[in-house]
């Protein structure tokens, strides 16, 4: 019943979502306020509809209702209660429906408190915002519907794969899930700007905060993945450059240059056409990346659904957004007058050089991970394009991206003068060369990867306090009253910086060591002696687990002591690693157990990771950087509030 | 990254990558070993490379990398031999050659473009002047002021 009403909810969904679609677009057209006005309770009535379903759903898994077919095919009555709920999204329908729903949260926050916008620009996005709703409710409705009933229950279900019943990917795909809906946003402004064949000041102000917020998510889930990846896949990876982990990174790459250039629109009314385009191709690059997941046409790990038909679906909707836009967009974007003018050497252009780094290196992403596609449909030939092709053909642009990032930041509006600017840099530079030197020297000589990263990282991260000093006009009692803004913009360079450094050491220092190690005999790697006390088995609530212990000391002085963990799913037939890491703030210690051997003996991987934790660190700094931008007062305040185009040039 | 690990988890005994029997005594050799194998594909699994799979092939390539090394062959010579035996899929890294090097030069080339397109743009904005620009007379003021800094451009 809860189910069936679920699937009810749904279908009403849909049906407002073609209203919201339709009325306020014709009400917008001929000014009808009454036709306008829909739009706003629409908005919420849809976004309650479809939290009813994903309510019920998520019911039906708690309650293990596995007259659900989905439920039977991810639940299992043993499964703790936190991967009940998380498998609601572990599968494929499950995950669209949260899909829609936040696109639909994103839709009524739009409404709620958007109170300020012009009625006709808000309108028109409610309308574009429920057009996409429309399209992704009817993709679940006819292809995917998570409420199909079993004619004859089972008593139990097959478990959710064991790899998801973890809390790292428990939240993964949420958060990534904002960040992909989150662009919707940008998405539905910039049409609805380009329908309204205007772009002005007070459009990029309120395009600015959702993408930011967007991004943050964006961040903090692609942060979650990695994470996850290094702690549980068993060797300490955290990227792969995995098809999927691609098509999360592209919006991210792409989101990352519309925030700035929405800037330069809001500050100064140049870029707009670009703006308008970057805002397109963002949520392109969303659809893309829901396609590539959802069709299995790239094959790869996270597909639920080898679908063809659910492929071909998804197609349609991209090529019709992403296609519709942009022809809107050729036919619209001459009549974005731009006014701003400044020179060649000025923050604007500084701007325009990071918009081109970021989307020719997103670009590259993407091309990467099509090609293997590309080849075998043109030329037939089948290969692969894998992590050492997308280090080197990606890395270059981050590391221009870094030498230009502090002189970028520090540019003035219009003009700037390049020596002068330079010279509060000079300290920054000094540091980060000596970091440079220090890794040189400490990282056994080896590694070009570890001198210029950390240099890089360093040079980030103090350019970003030179800029700091400099805009409180090197007065400390003034740092404190600089706008959150600035400090976000100062936090979330630095938290780029301490990626880059995190890495390049990573990459270049860590130590593997691979051994059968006998219970009671200690053995050495890089300084640590590390000895495998026992190995026991137990029963965990849904699976066997044998478990080691193992006495890290240095010196003779005891560490700490790691129990990795080898999970068998009986259920699932299928065993995960549970790798035991001592966090540190210089270096991890990665414990891995394998097989029992032959002679007693059980396989024993360490990894001494330097450095791990600055890369997530690093992400969490970006993303709270992001945070305090976005909690400015001028946001706060400000937001919305109407601006003509004649004051919009601020004297900063 | 997760069904490509379940796929060949199936496909394999829960055998978790590089087993220690199949480490090189001489630790440069192993070394080299290993970053050969980072690069090599294995065949059964969605997308990883032979160092962290799992699967009974993947343990067959990595047990055959370092065979050839200890044979005396250089890093490009096992991995001709192996592309040879197992096709350009296992490489990670195609080949520069024919249609592949639009893949390696499309990144610099398209930055090229852009600067280029970039430049061009900059310029342009610096001189918009003439009326119909809609500029405001404060605007205007700014920029001949600006005009009048650079004299020589």
């Given at each position: 019943?809860?189910?069936?009403?679920?699937?009810?909810?749904?279908?009403?969904?849909?049906?407002?979502?073609?209203?919201?679609?339709?009325?306020?677009?014709?009400?917008?057209?001929?000014?009808?306020?009454?036709?306008?006005?829909?739009?706003?309770?629409?908005?919420?009535?849809?976004?309650?509809?479809?939290?009813?379903?994903?309510g019920a759903l998520t019911y039906s898994f708690v309650t293990s209702d596995f007259s659900l077919q989905l439920v039977f095919s991810n639940s299992h009555t043993d499964k703790p209660m936190l991967y009940k709920v998380s498998g609601v999204w572990g599968n494929h329908e499950g995950s669209m429906l949260l899909w829609v729903l936040i696109l639909a949260l994103f839709g009524a926050a739009a409404a709620w408190f958007g109170g300020a916008l012009p009625p006709r620009l808000r309108a028109r996005v409610l309308a574009v915002q429920a057009w996409i709703g429309a399209a992704f409710l009817g993709f679940i409705l006819f292809t995917s519907n998570p409420f199909t009933r079993l004619a004859e229950p089972p008593f139990n279900g097959q478990d959710l794969n064991p790899l998801l019943q973890d809390p790292g990917l428990a939240f993964h795909p949420p958060f990534l899930y904002l960040g992909y809906v989150g662009l919707s946003m940008a998405f539905s402004f910039a049409v609805a700007a380009l329908i309204e064949g205007r772009v002005d000041a007070a459009w990029a102000r309120w395009v600015r905060p959702w993408t930011l917020a967007a991004w943050i998510f964006l961040t903090i889930g692609i942060a979650l993945g990695s994470w996850w990846a290094y702690y549980e896949?068993?060797?300490?990876?955290?990227?792969?450059?995995?098809?999927?982990?691609?098509?999360?990174?592209?919006?991210?790459?792409l989101a990352a240059a519309l925030l700035h250039s929405a800037i330069v629109v809001e500050k100064r009314e140049a870029l707009k056409s670009w703006t308008i385009l970057l805002a397109i191709m963002a949520f392109g690059f969303s659809l893309i990346g829901t396609f590539i997941v959802r069709s299995g046409v790239i094959t790869s790990v996270h597909s639920f659904a080898n679908d063809p038909e659910r492929g071909i679906f998804i197609l349609a909707i991209l090529a019709f957004f992403v296609g519709g836009a942009?022809?809107?967009y050729a036919a619209r974007a001459s009549s974005m007058q731009a006014k701003g003018v400044f020179s060649m050497v000025s923050r604007e252009t500084a701007l325009v050089i990071n918009n081109i780094l970021l989307a020719v290196s997103a670009l590259v992403v993407f091309v990467g991970t099509v090609w293997p596609l590309v080849a075998e449909m043109a030329w037939g030939r089948k290969l692969s394009v894998g992590a050492p092709f997308f280090e080197k053909a990606f890395t270059p642009f981050m590391i221009i991206l870094a030498i230009l990032l502090p002189i970028g930041a520090m540019m003035p509006w219009k003009r700037a003068k390049l020596g002068k600017l330079v010279r509060?840099?000079?300290?920054?530079?000094?540091?980060?060369?000596?970091?440079?030197?220090?890794?040189?020297?400490?990282?056994?000589?080896?590694?070009?990867l570890a001198l210029v990263s950390s240099g890089l990282g360093a040079w980030l991260v103090f350019g970003a306090l030179a800029e700091i000093w400099q805009r409180a006009g090197r007065t400390p009692a003034r740092i404190l009253r600089l706008p959150r803004a600035d400090w976000g913009k100062c936090t979330a360079h630095s938290g780029l910086g301490i990626v880059f450094a995190g890495i390049g050491l990573l990459m270049a220092g860590q130590v593997e060591d691979i051994r059968v190690a006998q219970i009671g005999e200690p053995f050495e790697v890089s300084g640590y002696a590390i000895t495998l006390e026992s190995v026991e088995q137990f029963d965990g609530p849904n699976y066997v687990s044998t478990t080691g212990t193992l006495k890290v000391e240095r010196d003779g002085k005891l560490i700490t002591v790691l129990h990795p963990?080898?999970?068998?799913?009986?259920?699932?037939?299928m065993p995960t690693t549970e790798a035991d890491i001592d966090n540190g703030f210089l270096r991890d210690i990665y414990l891995v157990i394998g097989d029992k051997q032959a002679n007693g003996g059980w396989a024993v991987r360490t990894y001494i990771k330097p450095f791990a934790n600055w890369i997530w660190a690093g992400c969490l700094m970006m993303a709270f950087g992001g945070l305090l931008s976005l909690t400015d007062r001028r946001y706060r305040v400000a937001a919305g509030a109407r601006r003509t185009a004649t004051n919009a040039v601020p004297a900063e | 990254m997760l069904k490509r690990l379940a796929l060949c988890l199936l496909l394999a005994s829960p055998?978790?990558?590089?087993?220690?029997?199949?480490?090189?005594?001489?630790?440069?050799?192993?070394?080299?070993?290993?970053?050969?194998?980072?690069?090599?594909r294995c065949p059964v699994c969605q997308g990883e490379n032979i160092d962290e799979s799992n699967a009974e092939v993947s343990r067959d390539l990595r047990l055959l990398v370092r065979e050839r090394l200890v044979a005396g062959d250089t890093d490009s010579q096992v991995l001709d031999y192996i592309t040879d035996r197992y096709g350009e899929y296992v490489l990670f890294e195609p080949e520069k050659t024919g249609a592949n090097l639009i893949l390696y030069y499309l990144g610099p080339v398209a930055l090229l473009i852009a600067m280029g397109g970039a430049f061009v743009y900059l310029r342009g904005r610096r001189r918009e002047d003439g009326p119909g620009t809609g500029l405001s007379a404060e605007e205007e003021a700014r920029l001949k002021e600006l005009m009048k800094d650079e004299p020589g451009k």
């Amino acid at each position: 019943m809860i189910a069936e009403l679920g699937h009810f909810a749904l279908i009403l969904a849909f049906c407002v979502a073609i209203v919201q679609g339709l009325v306020p677009l014709i009400g917008a057209h001929k000014n009808w306020r009454g036709w306008m006005a829909v739009a706003d309770p629409a908005a919420s009535a849809q976004f309650l509809l479809v939290a009813l379903s994903f309510g019920a759903l998520t019911y039906s898994f708690v309650t293990s209702d596995f007259s659900l077919q989905l439920v039977f095919s991810n639940s299992h009555t043993d499964k703790p209660m936190l991967y009940k709920v998380s498998g609601v999204w572990g599968n494929h329908e499950g995950s669209m429906l949260l899909w829609v729903l936040i696109l639909a949260l994103f839709g009524a926050a739009a409404a709620w408190f958007g109170g300020a916008l012009p009625p006709r620009l808000r309108a028109r996005v409610l309308a574009v915002q429920a057009w996409i709703g429309a399209a992704f409710l009817g993709f679940i409705l006819f292809t995917s519907n998570p409420f199909t009933r079993l004619a004859e229950p089972p008593f139990n279900g097959q478990d959710l794969n064991p790899l998801l019943q973890d809390p790292g990917l428990a939240f993964h795909p949420p958060f990534l899930y904002l960040g992909y809906v989150g662009l919707s946003m940008a998405f539905s402004f910039a049409v609805a700007a380009l329908i309204e064949g205007r772009v002005d000041a007070a459009w990029a102000r309120w395009v600015r905060p959702w993408t930011l917020a967007a991004w943050i998510f964006l961040t903090i889930g692609i942060a979650l993945g990695s994470w996850w990846a290094y702690y549980e896949l068993g060797w300490g990876g955290f990227w792969f450059w995995d098809p999927v982990e691609n098509a999360s990174f592209m919006p991210w790459l792409l989101a990352a240059a519309l925030l700035h250039s929405a800037i330069v629109v809001e500050k100064r009314e140049a870029l707009k056409s670009w703006t308008i385009l970057l805002a397109i191709m963002a949520f392109g690059f969303s659809l893309i990346g829901t396609f590539i997941v959802r069709s299995g046409v790239i094959t790869s790990v996270h597909s639920f659904a080898n679908d063809p038909e659910r492929g071909i679906f998804i197609l349609a909707i991209l090529a019709f957004f992403v296609g519709g836009a942009l022809t809107l967009y050729a036919a619209r974007a001459s009549s974005m007058q731009a006014k701003g003018v400044f020179s060649m050497v000025s923050r604007e252009t500084a701007l325009v050089i990071n918009n081109i780094l970021l989307a020719v290196s997103a670009l590259v992403v993407f091309v990467g991970t099509v090609w293997p596609l590309v080849a075998e449909m043109a030329w037939g030939r089948k290969l692969s394009v894998g992590a050492p092709f997308f280090e080197k053909a990606f890395t270059p642009f981050m590391i221009i991206l870094a030498i230009l990032l502090p002189i970028g930041a520090m540019m003035p509006w219009k003009r700037a003068k390049l020596g002068k600017l330079v010279r509060p840099l000079v300290p920054a530079l000094v540091l980060a060369l000596a970091c440079a030197g220090l890794a040189w020297t400490f990282e056994t000589g080896r590694s070009l990867l570890a001198l210029v990263s950390s240099g890089l990282g360093a040079w980030l991260v103090f350019g970003a306090l030179a800029e700091i000093w400099q805009r409180a006009g090197r007065t400390p009692a003034r740092i404190l009253r600089l706008p959150r803004a600035d400090w976000g913009k100062c936090t979330a360079h630095s938290g780029l910086g301490i990626v880059f450094a995190g890495i390049g050491l990573l990459m270049a220092g860590q130590v593997e060591d691979i051994r059968v190690a006998q219970i009671g005999e200690p053995f050495e790697v890089s300084g640590y002696a590390i000895t495998l006390e026992s190995v026991e088995q137990f029963d965990g609530p849904n699976y066997v687990s044998t478990t080691g212990t193992l006495k890290v000391e240095r010196d003779g002085k005891l560490i700490t002591v790691l129990h990795p963990e080898k999970r068998s799913y009986p259920v699932q037939a299928m065993p995960t690693t549970e790798a035991d890491i001592d966090n540190g703030f210089l270096r991890d210690i990665y414990l891995v157990i394998g097989d029992k051997q032959a002679n007693g003996g059980w396989a024993v991987r360490t990894y001494i990771k330097p450095f791990a934790n600055w890369i997530w660190a690093g992400c969490l700094m970006m993303a709270f950087g992001g945070l305090l931008s976005l909690t400015d007062r001028r946001y706060r305040v400000a937001a919305g509030a109407r601006r003509t185009a004649t004051n919009a040039v601020p004297a900063e | 990254m997760l069904k490509r690990l379940a796929l060949c988890l199936l496909l394999a005994s829960p055998a978790f990558a590089v087993q220690p029997d199949e480490v090189l005594p001489d630790p440069a050799m192993e070394a080299r070993a290993r970053q050969i194998s980072q690069v090599l594909r294995c065949p059964v699994c969605q997308g990883e490379n032979i160092d962290e799979s799992n699967a009974e092939v993947s343990r067959d390539l990595r047990l055959l990398v370092r065979e050839r090394l200890v044979a005396g062959d250089t890093d490009s010579q096992v991995l001709d031999y192996i592309t040879d035996r197992y096709g350009e899929y296992v490489l990670f890294e195609p080949e520069k050659t024919g249609a592949n090097l639009i893949l390696y030069y499309l990144g610099p080339v398209a930055l090229l473009i852009a600067m280029g397109g970039a430049f061009v743009y900059l310029r342009g904005r610096r001189r918009e002047d003439g009326p119909g620009t809609g500029l405001s007379a404060e605007e205007e003021a700014r920029l001949k002021e600006l005009m009048k800094d650079e004299p020589g451009k």
